[in-house]
């Protein structure tokens, strides 16, 4: 029998326990939903403020140079580098994950499509802008060099052969929390000759990341969510060095040229991970990302792995406790080392428990068609919470609240 004591007493000796006091979180709320939308730093509250009072306001266009808003990208990147297990030079901060995809799968492409090896490989599963860009990319080369497939996530390891030219794959699965192993994807696809593209959208800042070591040749990531960078703040991306310079990427802005401020009419590209940029950068928000990735400066993300599989785990023996488990149906791994920092159930009605949950101050997130998705940001989310969560849900389902019919209609964000 767990106890909330118990939980009270995981958070005395929890390592991270002073990082909550960093982040601006509304009282008598609790904040699951931290792998959508990460909460916000205090300190970033300060750093919008001066970059737009005292930046844009006072110093106005001098500030590219005086305030470094020309060298934020590469600033930013050099931050993120160590976040997912990079060495400088090779990661730099832009865009969306979607663009950022974009550029990578048409560089993959260039460097390792051919008539016998057309095929960019994902699982059907994977997040769906990943698999529209890749769609998209098809239609604009043409299926002979570039053929999207997909498979189900159980079969990507197996599926991936000589005619794969790129394997594109998300570390941990949006619905389902479901974590791959991307040293052994990254083995099969170069044995392949394949490469491999990972999105590290949903593991980058809540779990220790090796892009190096496991060899990785290109990633992307974003910031908006385990990094606490704001809603739509840029994402970044990742190049294994090896492959610098040895294809362009196709949105040949001024920012990726090696001297835009010479203005010369003709393109020629960074020779390092700058090329990767296209237009202008956007200050206000990256100004966010800098400062919010200074929470990670001294921090050991193996302690905030352990943390956030304490957090999954509690919660659902929790929900084990309270004997809910014939009606929320678990779709994530019940092996927490399988798993990214996420639970997710089915649920008939689980658009309407979701809704009735935030009403009471509980807020998770709903994926259709059926599931509920928690998410557990170790950096903030106390094990007490957690406690209160599950009674808050327990009491949900025993009234009925998930049934009003106010949660007939959903709003336009889940
Ligand atoms: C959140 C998420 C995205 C978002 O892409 P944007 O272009 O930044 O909106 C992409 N892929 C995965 C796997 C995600 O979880």
Redesign the pocket.
């Known amino acids: 029998m767990i106890t909330r004591t118990d939980a009270e007493q995981l958070d005395q000796r929890d390592p991270l326990a002073n990082y909550r006091q960093q982040f601006a979180l509304p009282e008598q709320t609790i904040y699951l939903d931290g792998n959508s939308l990460g909460a916000l730093p205090k300190r970033v509250k300060q750093r919008v403020s001066e970059t737009v009072n005292q930046q844009w306001g006072n110093d106005l266009i001098g500030s590219w140079n005086t305030h470094q808003w020309v060298n934020l990208p590469q600033i930013v990147g050099e931050k993120i580098a160590p976040v997912i297990g990079a060495a400088k030079k090779q990661v730099i901060c832009c865009d969306?994950?979607?663009?950022n995809l974009f550029k990578l799968l048409s560089v993959a492409i260039q460097l390792n499509g051919s008539e016998r090896r057309p095929y960019i490989l994902s699982s059907h599963d994977?997040?769906p802008?990943?698999l529209y860009i890749a769609q998209g990319l098809q239609q604009q080369i043409g299926s002979t060099t570039c053929r999207f497939k997909d498979v189900a996530e159980e079969q990507l390891y197996d599926a991936i052969n000589d005619e794969v030219a790129v394997v594109m794959v998300?570390e941990v699965n949006?619905r389902s929390g479901k974590r791959l192993d991307i040293k052994a994807l990254t083995e099969k696809a170069h044995q392949h000759g394949a490469l491999i593209i990972v999105?590290l959208?949903?593991s980058a800042g809540v779990m220790p990341i090796e892009l190096d070591t496991w060899n990785v040749d290109f990633a992307v990531g974003?910031t908006y969510?385990y990094l606490n960078a704001g809603p739509g703040a840029p994402?970044f991306i990742y190049v294994n060095k090896r492959w610098h310079n040895k294809a362009q990427q196709p949105i040949a802005g001024w920012f990726g040229h090696k001297s835009p401020f010479d203005f010369d009419p003709t393109y020629a590209p960074d020779s390092g991970i700058k090329q990767y940029l296209a237009g202008t950068p956007a200050i206000i928000s990256m100004a966010a990302v800098d400062s919010a990735l200074d929470l990670f400066a001294d921090l050991d993300l193996q302690h905030v792995r352990t943390k956030s599989i304490q957090l999954t785990t509690l919660f659902h023996q929790l929900i084990e406790q309270h004997e809910l488990t014939e009606q929320l149906t678990l779709l994530s791994p019940t092996d927490a080392s399988q798993r990214g920092s996420q639970l997710s159930y089915q649920h008939p009605q689980a658009y309407g428990l979701c809704q009735a949950l935030i009403k009471r101050g509980v807020i998770a997130d709903f994926r259709a068609p059926s599931y509920i998705r928690f998410g557990f940001a170790p950096l903030y989310n106390r094990h007490t919470d957690v406690y209160d969560a599950v009674n808050t849900l327990c009491e949900v389902l025993d009234n009925g609240e998930h049934l009003a019919i106010e949660w007939q209609t959903r709003q336009s964000v889940t």
Not at 96 to 99: A, C, R
């Open positions: 969306s994950i979607s663009v994977n997040f802008t990943d998300t949006f999105d959208a949903h974003c969510k994402a």
